[in-house]
């Protein structure tokens, strides 16, 4: 019984997540900056697939000053795993998009999202992403 209900409520919090997962997909899609600025923690980081470093502040400006524009962005393979009060959900991403009217080169690249649960909720604390490189 024990064992069923950290089962069970496992679940609810990997399905909370996975729900705020997909929310933030779509704010970054259409360039929500108040919904991600509510998101994520204010120390985050954000580590992109060149191995560029952004902090909060740089990676709603981004977005603020309309520099990065989607075209597409679809997500895929997710997995969520928890950890007390902090969790992984690992991806695949699929994107298109421009940053200063110059497309974007790649496009399918594998997530990593950490998040904590911080003041009963939980938040964005940082984003990893790896290009998927021709053959993999």
């Known amino acids: 019984m024990v064992v069923e209900s950290v089962t069970k409520a496992t679940t609810l919090v990997e399905d909370d997540l996975a729900k705020l997962g997909e929310n933030l997909r ?8 108040v919904l991600l600025g509510d998101a994520l923690v204010p120390d985050f980081r954000g580590i992109g ?17 309309g520099d990065l ?6 997500r895929s393979e ?4 928890t950890y007390g009060d902090a969790a992984i959900m690992t991806s695949r991403e699929s ?3 421009f940053y200063k009217g ?23 604390a940082g984003i990893h992403l790896s290009p ?4 993999i």
Request: hydrophobic share 35%.
């Open 26 to 33: 779509r704010a970054e899609l259409l360039g929500d900056v």
């Open 49 to 65: 697939p060149r191995g560029f470093i952004l902090t909060k502040e740089d990676w709603l400006a981004k977005h603020r000053t």
């Open 69 to 74: 524009k989607y075209e597409a962005f679809e």
């Open 78 to 81: 997710l997995t969520v795993r």
């Open 95 to 97: 994107t298109k998009a």
């Open 102 to 124: 110059r497309e974007v080169p790649g496009g399918d690249y594998r997530a990593t999202h950490v998040f904590v649960r911080q003041e009963g909720r939980w938040r964005l």
């Open 132 to 135: 998927i490189l021709p053959g």
